[in-house]
């Protein structure tokens, strides 16, 4: 597997995952599982961001304290499942900016087609995370890169909760410059480009809808 691609076998995720993919588990139990998970793995798509420091008073003397560099953060939700990853990860990161990438696959190229876009400005200018719980084909997640990547984005990181290894392939080779984090990567994807086993149809799965 690539250098690119981190899988965060914690153990309080791996437990949680368990749960949502279960095809028992009510929507309201998954929403809040995802937005719990959405945390833990925010925790690790954000190592390593660039620091500096700051002078504090601390009540007992002076420092010069860690502190987040550079400008806000940009966090991209890729419509409409990436909604569940982002209410968790805009909680640890408040300041961040939030932007919109809306892809539908048009049924006869099979091909992704922009129907939303709305991102913060200097975008060349921001650690970007664009978030998608399933990369599944990689098509539209690939795709919507494209379109961070028009919009200035240089330095993008890609946050998903479960992957295949095709969408992997797709991503490394479309964007090989944009590191992957997940929760796990199944077997492989179904004739209808569903991850198998997976947890179905997250966006169906997270808002209740079929
Ligand atoms: N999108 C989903 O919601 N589930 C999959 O298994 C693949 C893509």
Redesign the pocket.
């Known amino acids: 597997m690539s250098e690119h691609l981190t899988v965060v076998d914690h153990p309080l995720v791996q437990h949680k995952l368990t749960i949502m993919r279960d095809r028992d588990t009510p929507t309201a139990v998954f929403r809040q599982l995802l937005r719990e998970i959405s945390q833990l793995l925010a925790y690790e798509v954000t190592r390593g961001l660039e620091m500096t420091t700051k002078r504090i008073h601390t009540p007992m003397a002076e420092m010069d304290a860690p502190t987040l560099a550079g400008k806000k953060l940009a966090l991209i939700s890729i419509l409409r499942?990436g909604n569940g990853l982002l209410d968790g990860v805009l909680e640890l990161i408040p300041s961040a900016r939030v932007g919109f990438v809306g892809l539908y696959r048009d049924e006869k190229t099979l091909q992704p087609v922009q129907y939303y876009f709305k991102v913060p400005e200097a975008m060349e200018d921001r650690v970007v995370i664009a978030v998608d719980?399933?990369l599944?084909?990689g098509n539209s997640s690939a795709a919507a890169i494209d379109l961070l990547k028009g919009a200035g984005a240089t330095n993008i990181r890609f946050l998903c909760l479960?992957a295949?290894p095709e969408g992997i392939a797709r991503m490394e080779e479309a964007h090989p410059d944009v590191p992957i984090v997940t929760a796990a990567v199944d077997e492989r994807?179904?004739e209808l480009?569903?991850?198998?086993p997976?947890?179905?149809?997250?966006?169906?799965?997270m808002f209740g809808t079929k």
């Not at 480009?193 to 198998?196: A, F, N, P, V």
């Not at 947890?199 to 169906?204: K, N, R, T, V």
């Open positions: 499942a719980p399933m599944a084909t479960l295949a994807l179904n480009g569903y991850i198998m997976g947890l179905g149809d997250a966006g169906d799965r």
